[in-house]
């Protein structure tokens, strides 16, 4: 059979995010995660179904990608399609024509699982490699260390809170609190949670999501931010403990997060929490 690509539609998300799920795995590379379909829920599932494309083969499902802006496609395969030839070829031909629909014409990005038969294409066609990021990675065997703040779980009534700790950790005033019920009415939101920390004197602090893949996989941490007025702390370490824990408590086997590699003060953060670093990643670039 041949492969066929396109959207989903809001019916086939579920479908695209079980996908996903089973393909989380603590020896796979790092890759598209549900959460980060999660994230991009805040949007709303009409925009979510328009930013996801598929692969697939005979009904299956074979690659998933996701638009995380107009011109990065986040990609990850099924783990017996990493060396698949017709699926590689068919994702390198749609990505690069841009007549092809998924990315326009001029520079535009891919992010990739390493090691697998489409980075191989890729390079073929002179795509090149952008800044490096840094994938973390922290195992949940063990229970976690309290954080050493007060840490509440977000609900509907305090998704305002939130959401202005948020805008103030990455600037802009895009995320609010109808943001953060779209993206808690999505379906990766069955496994997950959103956390605020607080200081001493009640003071919101850092807020993070933290996204389960299903009991026994790795979770993810997106997004982890500490408000403007409250860094240099600790809060940032005390807020991924707590992400750390809540993943646990979901059943995650490990926790996951990925930020640039240029960006040491988050690197730091991450790894004073129990996060290990893992082999530096680049997307693929296409600048014609």
Same mark, same amino acid.
């Given at each position: 059979?041949?492969?066929?690509?396109?959207?989903?539609?809001?019916?086939?998300?579920?479908?695209?995010?079980?996908?996903?799920?089973?393909?989380?795995?603590?020896? $796979? &590379? /790092?890759?598209?995660?549900?959460?980060? +379909?999660?994230?991009?829920?805040? @949007? =709303?599932?009409? %925009?979510?179904?328009?930013?996801?494309?598929?692969?697939?083969?005979?009904?299956?499902?074979?690659?998933?990608?996701?638009?995380?802006?107009?011109?990065?496609?986040?990609?990850?395969?099924?783990?017996?399609?990493?060396?698949?030839?017709?699926?590689?070829?068919?994702?390198?031909?749609?990505?690069?024509?841009?007549?092809?629909?998924?990315?326009?014409?001029?520079?535009?990005?891919?992010? $990739? &699982? /390493?090691?697998?038969?489409?980075?191989? +294409?890729?390079?073929?066609?002179? @795509? =090149?490699?952008? %800044?490096?990021?840094?994938?973390?990675?922290?195992?949940?065997?063990?229970?976690?260390?309290?954080?050493?703040?007060?840490?509440?779980?977000?609900?509907?009534?305090?998704?305002?809170?939130?959401?202005?700790?948020?805008?103030?950790?990455?600037?802009?005033?895009?995320?609010?609190?109808?943001?953060?019920?779209?993206?808690?009415?999505?379906?990766?939101?069955?496994?997950?949670?959103?956390?605020?920390?607080?200081?001493?004197?009640?003071?919101?602090?850092?807020?993070?999501?933290? @996204?389960?893949?299903?009991?026994?996989?790795?979770?993810?941490?997106?997004?982890?931010?500490?408000?403007?007025?409250?860094?240099?702390?600790?809060?940032?370490?005390?807020?991924?403990?707590?992400?750390?824990?809540?993943?646990?408590?979901?059943?995650?086997?490990?926790?996951?997060?990925?930020?640039?590699?240029?960006?040491?003060?988050?690197?730091?953060?991450?790894?004073?929490?129990?996060?290990?670093?893992?082999?530096?990643?680049?997307?693929?670039?296409?600048?014609?």
């Amino acid at each position: 059979m041949a492969i066929v690509s396109g959207k989903p539609g809001v019916d086939g998300l579920s479908a695209a995010v079980g996908a996903l799920r089973a393909w989380q795995d603590e020896g $796979a &590379p /790092t890759q598209l995660h549900p959460g980060d +379909l999660g994230w991009f829920w805040r @949007w =709303g599932a009409e %925009a979510t179904a328009e930013a996801v494309r598929t692969w697939s083969r005979d009904g299956r499902i074979l690659a998933v990608g996701l638009l995380d802006g107009p011109d990065l496609l986040r990609l990850t395969t099924a783990p017996d399609a990493w060396h698949d030839e017709e699926l590689a070829r068919r994702v390198v031909d749609d990505v690069t024509d841009p007549e092809r629909g998924v990315l326009p014409a001029g520079k535009v990005s891919v992010e $990739a &699982p /390493t090691d697998v038969r489409l980075q191989e +294409l890729l390079s073929e066609r002179g @795509w =090149g490699f952008d %800044a490096p990021w840094t994938p973390l990675h922290r195992d949940l065997t063990e229970p976690v260390n309290h954080p050493g703040v007060r840490i509440e779980a977000v609900g509907p009534e305090r998704a305002q809170v939130c959401a202005a700790v948020h805008r103030s950790a990455f600037g802009g005033g895009r995320f609010t609190a109808e943001r953060w019920h779209a993206m808690a009415g999505g379906l990766p939101f069955t496994e997950a949670r959103s956390l605020v920390a607080y200081d001493d004197r009640g003071s919101a602090v850092a807020t993070v999501t933290v @996204w389960s893949a299903g009991p026994g996989r790795p979770g993810l941490l997106e997004p982890m931010g500490v408000h403007a007025d409250h860094r240099g702390q600790g809060h940032g370490r005390a807020i991924t403990l707590a992400a750390a824990a809540a993943l646990r408590d979901l059943g995650a086997s490990s926790a996951l997060v990925c930020t640039p590699t240029a960006n040491a003060g988050a690197v730091a953060t991450y790894t004073s929490a129990g996060f290990r670093p893992r082999p530096e990643v680049r997307d693929r670039f296409r600048n014609v």
